[in-house]
């Protein structure tokens, strides 16, 4: 099984580094783990708001029903709900460097 991303929690921000609690339940693990993140020029972050009233949308509207604006590293914060994303295989790995860092807003 191929997978590109973990979801967690940020523990810790140092440097270009990200710490991430990636709970083995939200993702393809067998048991808890921090995940080494690294962070470089062409690392993409984004802030997402994905709470939205599902019932508010008009039937058959297409687009994009989150609000999505890019941030920067600086405005990351320990305690973040993130998404950490490769475009490589990141099954087994507990270090590599994201290609994207979304943060998710609830």
């Given at each position: 099984t191929t997978f590109y991303s973990y979801v967690g929690t940020i523990k810790?921000?140092?440097?270009?580094?990200?710490?991430?609690e990636?709970?083995?339940?939200?993702?393809?693990?067998?048991?808890d783990e921090t995940i080494v993140v690294l962070t470089n020029g062409e690392t993409?972050?984004?802030?997402?708001?994905?709470n939205?009233?599902?019932?508010?949308?008009?039937?058959?509207?297409?687009?994009e029903f989150?609000?999505?604006k890019t941030i920067g590293f600086g405005d990351l914060k320990?305690?973040?709900e993130v998404t950490?994303?490769?475009?490589?295989?990141?099954?087994?790995?507990?270090?590599f460097t994201a290609k994207r860092v979304?943060?998710?807003v609830k």
């Open positions: 810790s921000l140092v440097g270009n580094k990200i710490e991430v990636a709970l083995a339940s939200n993702n393809y693990l067998k048991n993409v972050f984004l802030e997402q708001d994905k939205i009233d599902i019932n508010q949308i008009e039937p058959g509207t297409s687009g989150y609000k999505t320990v305690g973040n950490v994303i490769d475009y490589e295989n990141v099954r087994g790995k507990t270090e979304e943060v998710n």
